[in-house]
T-cell receptor
Protein backbone atom coordinates (compact mmCIF):
# COMPACT_ATOMS: atom_id res chain seq x y z
CA UNK A 1 0.00 0.00 0.00
CA UNK A 2 1.10 3.51 -0.68
CA UNK A 3 1.95 5.92 2.11
CA UNK A 4 2.67 9.63 2.22
CA UNK A 5 4.75 11.24 4.96
CA UNK A 6 5.06 14.89 5.87
CA UNK A 7 7.61 15.10 8.65
CA UNK A 8 7.19 18.80 9.42
CA UNK A 9 4.02 19.40 11.46
CA UNK A 10 4.65 23.14 11.43
CA UNK A 11 6.87 25.59 9.60
CA UNK A 12 7.34 29.36 9.83
CA UNK A 13 8.60 31.79 7.22
CA UNK A 14 9.15 35.49 7.15
CA UNK A 15 7.08 37.44 4.65
CA UNK A 16 8.87 37.72 1.27
CA UNK A 17 11.22 34.86 2.15
CA UNK A 18 11.33 31.33 0.69
CA UNK A 19 10.24 28.17 2.44
CA UNK A 20 10.35 24.50 1.48
CA UNK A 21 7.84 21.92 2.70
CA UNK A 22 8.89 18.28 2.61
CA UNK A 23 6.95 15.23 1.47
CA UNK A 24 8.11 11.67 0.99
CA UNK A 25 6.07 8.75 -0.22
CA UNK A 26 6.34 5.03 -0.59
CA UNK A 27 5.05 3.11 -3.58
CA UNK A 28 5.99 0.20 -5.77
CA UNK A 29 4.30 1.77 -8.78
CA UNK A 30 6.20 3.50 -11.52
CA UNK A 31 3.43 5.76 -12.77
CA UNK A 32 1.49 8.03 -10.47
CA UNK A 33 0.61 11.64 -9.73
CA UNK A 34 1.56 13.87 -6.85
CA UNK A 35 -0.20 16.98 -5.65
CA UNK A 36 0.07 19.74 -3.11
CA UNK A 37 -3.17 21.11 -1.69
CA UNK A 38 -3.57 24.17 0.49
CA UNK A 39 -6.20 24.29 3.23
CA UNK A 40 -6.63 27.80 4.65
CA UNK A 41 -8.71 28.53 7.76
CA UNK A 42 -11.85 28.36 5.62
CA UNK A 43 -11.02 24.60 5.31
CA UNK A 44 -11.49 24.70 1.53
CA UNK A 45 -9.03 22.35 -0.22
CA UNK A 46 -7.27 24.28 -2.97
CA UNK A 47 -5.00 22.67 -5.54
CA UNK A 48 -1.59 24.32 -5.55
CA UNK A 49 0.44 22.24 -7.96
CA UNK A 50 0.62 18.77 -9.51
CA UNK A 51 3.41 16.58 -10.85
CA UNK A 52 3.21 13.59 -13.17
CA UNK A 53 5.73 10.91 -12.19
CA UNK A 54 6.69 10.25 -15.82
CA UNK A 55 7.79 13.85 -16.26
CA UNK A 56 11.35 14.66 -15.24
CA UNK A 57 10.76 18.39 -15.32
CA UNK A 58 9.68 19.88 -12.02
CA UNK A 59 6.29 21.60 -12.05
CA UNK A 60 6.04 25.34 -11.46
CA UNK A 61 3.05 27.56 -10.83
CA UNK A 62 3.99 31.19 -10.30
CA UNK A 63 5.62 31.40 -6.83
CA UNK A 64 5.15 27.67 -6.21
CA UNK A 65 7.52 25.02 -7.50
CA UNK A 66 8.33 21.44 -6.64
CA UNK A 67 11.51 19.43 -6.35
CA UNK A 68 10.52 15.96 -7.52
CA UNK A 69 13.10 13.26 -6.88
CA UNK A 70 11.56 10.04 -8.15
CA UNK A 71 14.35 7.71 -7.08
CA UNK A 72 14.34 9.15 -3.58
CA UNK A 73 10.52 9.26 -3.55
CA UNK A 74 10.60 12.85 -2.48
CA UNK A 75 8.26 15.67 -3.51
CA UNK A 76 8.96 18.99 -1.79
CA UNK A 77 7.13 22.26 -2.31
CA UNK A 78 8.99 25.54 -2.50
CA UNK A 79 7.12 28.77 -1.92
CA UNK A 80 9.00 31.87 -3.02
CA UNK A 81 8.28 35.44 -1.93
CA UNK A 82 5.96 34.19 0.81
CA UNK A 83 2.82 36.21 1.39
CA UNK A 84 0.51 36.44 4.39
CA UNK A 85 -2.17 34.72 2.33
CA UNK A 86 0.04 31.64 2.02
CA UNK A 87 -0.56 30.83 5.69
CA UNK A 88 -2.46 27.55 5.69
CA UNK A 89 -2.25 23.82 6.15
CA UNK A 90 -0.50 22.16 3.23
CA UNK A 91 -1.21 18.56 2.29
CA UNK A 92 0.82 16.39 -0.02
CA UNK A 93 -1.26 13.80 -1.89
CA UNK A 94 -0.55 10.70 -3.99
CA UNK A 95 -2.74 9.23 -6.70
CA UNK A 96 -2.10 6.08 -8.65
CA UNK A 97 -2.14 6.13 -12.44
CA UNK A 98 -3.58 2.62 -12.56
CA UNK A 99 -7.15 2.39 -13.69
CA UNK A 100 -9.95 1.54 -11.30
CA UNK A 101 -9.04 3.70 -8.34
CA UNK A 102 -8.12 7.34 -8.35
CA UNK A 103 -8.45 8.11 -4.67
CA UNK A 104 -6.00 10.43 -3.02
CA UNK A 105 -3.74 9.32 -0.21
CA UNK A 106 -2.83 12.33 1.88
CA UNK A 107 0.05 13.09 4.19
CA UNK A 108 -0.67 14.42 7.66
CA UNK A 109 -0.07 18.00 6.61
CA UNK A 110 2.27 20.87 7.42
CA UNK A 111 0.95 24.03 9.00
CA UNK A 112 2.68 27.05 7.48
CA UNK A 113 2.82 30.30 9.41
CA UNK A 114 3.87 33.48 7.62
CA UNK A 115 5.37 36.15 9.84
CA UNK A 116 4.93 39.83 8.97
CA UNK B 1 -16.10 28.84 -13.18
CA UNK B 2 -18.53 26.42 -11.58
CA UNK B 3 -17.32 24.61 -8.50
CA UNK B 4 -18.37 21.58 -6.50
CA UNK B 5 -21.42 22.32 -4.38
CA UNK B 6 -22.10 20.63 -1.07
CA UNK B 7 -25.15 20.92 1.11
CA UNK B 8 -25.75 21.52 3.84
CA UNK B 9 -22.61 23.37 4.91
CA UNK B 10 -23.24 22.70 8.57
CA UNK B 11 -25.26 19.96 10.22
CA UNK B 12 -25.87 19.19 13.85
CA UNK B 13 -27.32 15.82 14.78
CA UNK B 14 -27.75 13.78 17.91
CA UNK B 15 -26.34 10.33 18.53
CA UNK B 16 -28.21 7.56 16.75
CA UNK B 17 -29.81 9.98 14.29
CA UNK B 18 -29.46 9.88 10.50
CA UNK B 19 -27.81 12.43 8.22
CA UNK B 20 -27.76 12.92 4.46
CA UNK B 21 -25.03 14.92 2.78
CA UNK B 22 -25.37 16.05 -0.82
CA UNK B 23 -22.78 16.79 -3.46
CA UNK B 24 -23.19 18.40 -6.87
CA UNK B 25 -20.05 17.91 -9.01
CA UNK B 26 -18.67 20.34 -11.52
CA UNK B 27 -20.64 20.05 -14.80
CA UNK B 28 -19.30 17.32 -17.11
CA UNK B 29 -17.30 15.72 -14.30
CA UNK B 30 -18.03 11.99 -14.24
CA UNK B 31 -16.39 10.91 -10.97
CA UNK B 32 -17.28 11.83 -7.40
CA UNK B 33 -15.22 11.13 -4.29
CA UNK B 34 -16.12 11.42 -0.61
CA UNK B 35 -13.53 12.13 2.09
CA UNK B 36 -13.78 12.47 5.85
CA UNK B 37 -11.49 14.86 7.72
CA UNK B 38 -11.49 14.56 11.49
CA UNK B 39 -10.22 17.38 13.72
CA UNK B 40 -6.52 17.95 13.16
CA UNK B 41 -6.31 15.07 10.68
CA UNK B 42 -5.78 14.62 6.98
CA UNK B 43 -8.70 13.74 4.72
CA UNK B 44 -9.45 10.03 4.54
CA UNK B 45 -11.03 8.49 1.45
CA UNK B 46 -14.47 6.97 1.98
CA UNK B 47 -15.94 6.02 -1.39
CA UNK B 48 -16.04 7.03 -5.05
CA UNK B 49 -18.39 6.73 -8.01
CA UNK B 50 -17.71 6.75 -11.72
CA UNK B 51 -20.62 7.10 -14.11
CA UNK B 52 -23.05 6.29 -11.30
CA UNK B 53 -21.32 3.06 -10.34
CA UNK B 54 -19.23 2.59 -7.21
CA UNK B 55 -15.61 2.58 -8.34
CA UNK B 56 -13.68 2.30 -5.09
CA UNK B 57 -14.29 1.94 -1.40
CA UNK B 58 -12.13 3.03 1.49
CA UNK B 59 -12.59 3.02 5.24
CA UNK B 60 -16.30 3.70 5.13
CA UNK B 61 -18.32 2.33 8.06
CA UNK B 62 -21.14 -0.08 7.29
CA UNK B 63 -23.49 2.51 8.80
CA UNK B 64 -22.71 4.77 5.84
CA UNK B 65 -23.95 4.33 2.31
CA UNK B 66 -23.70 6.46 -0.78
CA UNK B 67 -24.90 6.62 -4.34
CA UNK B 68 -24.59 8.70 -7.46
CA UNK B 69 -27.73 9.66 -9.32
CA UNK B 70 -28.52 10.05 -13.03
CA UNK B 71 -27.75 13.79 -12.87
CA UNK B 72 -24.34 12.87 -11.34
CA UNK B 73 -25.05 14.36 -7.95
CA UNK B 74 -24.16 12.13 -5.04
CA UNK B 75 -25.52 11.60 -1.56
CA UNK B 76 -23.79 10.20 1.51
CA UNK B 77 -26.23 8.65 3.95
CA UNK B 78 -25.08 8.17 7.51
CA UNK B 79 -27.14 6.25 10.06
CA UNK B 80 -26.82 5.51 13.78
CA UNK B 81 -24.55 8.50 14.13
CA UNK B 82 -21.79 8.32 16.71
CA UNK B 83 -19.80 11.11 18.38
CA UNK B 84 -16.77 9.98 16.39
CA UNK B 85 -18.54 10.78 13.13
CA UNK B 86 -18.13 14.49 13.87
CA UNK B 87 -15.90 15.69 11.07
CA UNK B 88 -15.65 17.71 7.90
CA UNK B 89 -16.94 15.74 4.93
CA UNK B 90 -15.57 16.69 1.55
CA UNK B 91 -16.90 15.83 -1.83
CA UNK B 92 -14.55 16.11 -4.80
CA UNK B 93 -15.11 15.61 -8.50
CA UNK B 94 -12.96 14.91 -11.50
CA UNK B 95 -13.31 14.28 -15.21
CA UNK B 96 -11.84 11.41 -17.21
CA UNK B 97 -8.51 12.51 -18.63
CA UNK B 98 -7.94 15.12 -15.93
CA UNK B 99 -5.79 13.91 -13.08
CA UNK B 100 -6.66 16.32 -10.30
CA UNK B 101 -9.72 16.38 -8.10
CA UNK B 102 -11.64 19.54 -7.29
CA UNK B 103 -13.00 19.79 -3.80
CA UNK B 104 -16.21 21.27 -2.52
CA UNK B 105 -16.29 23.50 0.57
CA UNK B 106 -17.19 20.58 2.81
CA UNK B 107 -20.04 19.79 5.18
CA UNK B 108 -19.22 20.15 8.83
CA UNK B 109 -21.10 17.48 10.76
CA UNK B 110 -21.36 17.76 14.52
CA UNK B 111 -22.83 14.85 16.46
CA UNK B 112 -23.91 15.65 20.03
Amino acid sequence: AQTVTQSQPEMSVQEAETVTLSCTYDTSESDYYLFWYKQPPSRQMILVIRQEAYKQQNATENRFSVNFQKAAKSFSLKISDSQLGDAAMYFCAYRTALSGTYKYIFGTGTRLKVLA
Amino acid sequence: AAGVIQSPRHLIKEKRETATLKCYPIPRHDTVYWYQQGPGQDPQFLISFYEKMQSDKGSIPDRFSAQQFSDYHSELNMSSLELGDSALYFCASSRTGVNEQYFGPGTRLTVT
